[in-house]
T-cell receptor
Framework: AQKITQTQPGMFVQEKEAVTLDCTYD???????LFWYKQPSSGEMIFLIYQGSYDQQNATEGRYSLNFQKARKSANLVISASQLGDSAMYFCAMERSGGFKTIFGAGTRLFVKA | GAVVSQHPSRVICKSGTSVKIECRSLDFQATTMFWYRQFPKQSLMLMAT?????????EQGVEKDKFLINHASLTLSTLTVTSAHPEDSSFYIC???????????FGPGTRLTVT
């Protein structure tokens, strides 16, 4: 069975500093995709970044990067130069390639302090 | 970019009544749409997967007779909560996929309150 684990219910970071949100996963599928989404208080799910299991390089999207360690089954999200607008809930998610069904972790609430 | 809309954004209904939530892909055709449920301070839980023209596939523990899903066209899926009860109060989110690539486009969600 597939599983996503986010062990940090809440995180604080000072504005302009970097922060790492942890995510570990469990799957027996050889091909899968890993995602990070941001959910502000409005409720909308905002796609941040994607990493395929066969991608050799870590994904990056602007201030977001995904630290993918396949052997350790971890896919941590790194946000550089945090901004006040980054305060939100962050979800790590996984899906089996071609399977389309996505499972989500419990989420980490990030608070950015001025 | 691809846009998914949901209507209504908020709805309050009385216990025992039914409420319909619409999910539309505005600028693309969605071969597959998903319905999620999110309780306060919790994660998204997949309720069902719907493909255009076929019956929805429900996740274990989701009552198909209570949560009726119809995917009548490539741009519209509806979720009807029948005989709603206060415990059905939740945030319902739909998403859509084109069938190509990994992108999943989420709607803004519908907050249902059953009194």
């Amino acid at each position: 069975a597939q599983k996503i684990t986010q062990t940090q219910p809440g995180m604080f970071v000072q504005e302009k500093e970097a922060v790492t949100l942890d995510c570990t996963y469990d799957t027996s599928d050889p091909s899968y995709g890993l995602f990070w989404y941001k959910q502000p208080s409005s409720g909308e799910m905002i796609f941040l970044i994607y990493q395929g299991s066969y991608d050799q390089q870590n994904a990056t999207e602007g201030r977001y990067s995904l630290n993918f360690q396949k052997a350790r089954k971890s896919a941590n999200l790194v946000i550089s130069a945090s901004q006040l607008g980054d305060s939100a809930m962050y979800f790590c998610a996984m899906e089996r390639s071609g399977g389309f069904k996505t499972i989500f972790g419990a989420g980490t609430r990030l608070f950015v302090k001025a | 970019g691809a846009v998914v809309s949901q209507h209504p954004s908020r709805v309050i209904c009385k216990s025992g009544t039914s409420v319909k939530i619409e999910c539309r892909s505005l600028d693309f055709q969605a071969t597959t749409m998903f319905w999620y449920r999110q309780f306060p301070k919790q994660s998204l839980m997949l309720m069902a997967t719907s493909n255009e023209g076929s019956k929805a596939t429900y996740e274990q523990g989701v009552e198909k007779d209570k949560f009726l899903i119809n995917h009548a066209s490539l741009t519209l899926s509806t979720l009807t909560v029948t005989s709603a009860h206060p415990e059905d109060s939740s945030f319902y989110i739909c998403s859509a996929r084109t069938g190509q690539g990994y992108e999943q486009y989420f709607g803004p969600g519908t907050r249902l309150t059953v009194t």
